[in-house]
């Protein structure tokens, strides 16, 4: 078992390591449907922030039960009574996560089920692919319960759907699901199955790439994103001067020059 699953360290995720390297990060509050509390924000910190250097070579997000996960904690938040300064930095928290996410380099496979709703959309959207089935269902709720959003969603929902379709879905609810929120953005997948078994099939191809091009895929592109285009033809060069020379590479590029290597077909 990998540091990063020590199963002490964490009391509202539940990780297991796989022997590819693949972990299973399972939100585990399925009474609270997976609702994001403070302690849950800390553990995703700890993971992600930790995940590269403990060699965790791709990840499927799942949550347990019935609902991927019911987003912002109400019931904490309510009772907490924050003042404003408090929530800001609770959000910060939530940043640092969804970043570490976004930019840790290791990739994540969003495996999404039941509800997918205000924070927890947030939390989908820091995965690099998300897979959805017949019980997922994408929400925005925050309009209704007279709050905003917090932990991203204005940056990377909007990234995913556009700015108005973002807009809509916090100003009147709607709820998008099945092939309509992959036809819009909200997810790459839509399994026949479950999302949870396609997810786990395409961490298992992933983690079979060397890791450090699955580093720059997964934080590289992020930073490029940010940045002028100029700067990022520039900064593209220089991370493939890195990732493309890597010796690993040899052997995959020899293999293609000895046609050992499988050729690019469509799909049959
Ligand atoms: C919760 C939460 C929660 C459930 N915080 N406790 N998010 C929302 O507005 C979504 C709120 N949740 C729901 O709409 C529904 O719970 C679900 C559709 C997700 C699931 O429905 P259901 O019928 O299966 O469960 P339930 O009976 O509503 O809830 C079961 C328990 O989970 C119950 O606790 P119990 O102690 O009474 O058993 C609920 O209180 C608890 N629960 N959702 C706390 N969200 C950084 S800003 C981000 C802003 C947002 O994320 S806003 C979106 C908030």
Not at 85 to 113: Q, S, T
Not at 158 to 184: C, F
Request: one cysteine or more; charged letters at 20%; hydrophobic letters at 45%.
């Amino acid at each position: 078992m990998s540091k990063a699953s020590s199963p002490q360290s964490y009391e509202n995720l539940d990780i297991e390591a796989r022997d590819n390297g693949v972990h299973i990060v399972k939100l585990d509050r399925p009474e609270k449907r997976n609702a994001l509390d403070v302690a849950t924000i800390e553990e995703l910190v700890t993971f992600f922030s930790t995940a590269h250097q403990n060699d965790v070579r791709a990840v499927v997000l799942a949550g347990k039960g019935d609902h991927f996960c019911a987003g912002l904690d109400l019931v904490e938040h309510w009772k907490e009574d924050r003042s404003p300064d408090e929530f800001m930095h609770v959000c910060l928290r939530w940043h640092e996560a969804f970043n570490k996410m976004e930019y840790g380099g290791v990739p994540i496979i969003a495996a999404l089920n039941g509800a997918v709703v205000g924070g927890g959309l947030e939390l989908a959207s820091a995965a690099h692919i998300r897979v959805i089935d017949q019980s997922t269902y994408f929400a925005l709720p925050e309009g209704q319960r007279g709050i905003f959003t917090g932990g991203g969603a204005t940056i990377r929902v909007s990234d995913m759907i556009g700015k108005y379709r973002m807009i809509d879905m916090i100003l009147t609810g709607r709820v998008y699901q099945g092939q309509e929120a992959v036809d819009l953005g909200l997810a790459q997948y839509m399994a026949e199955g479950s999302s949870f078994d396609m997810a786990v099939e395409l961490a298992d191809k992933i983690a079979a790439n060397l890791q450090l091009t699955n580093y720059a895929i997964c934080s590289a592109i992020s930073h490029l994103n940010n940045m002028s285009g100029m700067d990022a033809a520039y900064a593209e060069a220089v991370v493939a001067g890195v990732v493309n020379t890597q010796p690993a590479a040899r052997e995959r590029l020899e293999a293609f020059a000895n046609k050992t290597a499988a050729r690019v077909r469509p799909n049959s």
